[in-house]
């Protein structure tokens, strides 16, 4: 017994190895009445077992936004249509286990939803 709980000690250690950040298109203009999309390649494949996004979107009215996340034709919502006429996301996360919904939160939209 002693020797797997040091092997699980391990391997959770070299599976938080993995753990990465990625940064996409800083500064881009959202278009009127238009998309912005964006991608992210991994250089691996492992299985996903939690993600969390940190967005930061100036923007005078978050209700016309609506952000996503699509993979093999899957696509998950973040959010949509929320914030009425307030104005930005800054330092926002959106994390399944968070205990507050995006949706009861009011803009600027700031802390983990």
């Known amino acids: ?16 190895l993995f753990a990465e950040r990625m940064n996409i298109s800083p500064n ?16 691996w494949h492992y299985e996903v077992k939690d993600v969390n996004v940190k967005i930061n979107i100036t923007h005078p009215w978050t209700s016309d936004l609506d952000i996503t996340l699509t993979h093999d034709g899957v696509t998950v919502e973040l959010t949509s249509d929320n914030g009425s006429s307030g104005d930005n996301y800054t330092n926002t996360i959106f994390d399944a286990d968070a205990s507050n919904s995006i949706i009861t939160g009011t803009a600027p939209f700031t802390g983990t939803f």
């Not at 017994?1 to 938080?16: D, H």
């Not at 881009?28 to 250089?43: A, E, K």
């Open 1 to 16: 017994m002693k020797y797997v709980m040091i092997f699980v000690f391990i391997l959770l250690i070299t599976l938080n």
């Open 28 to 43: 881009d203009p959202i278009p009127d009445f238009g998309q912005l999309q964006d991608y992210l390649s991994f250089p």
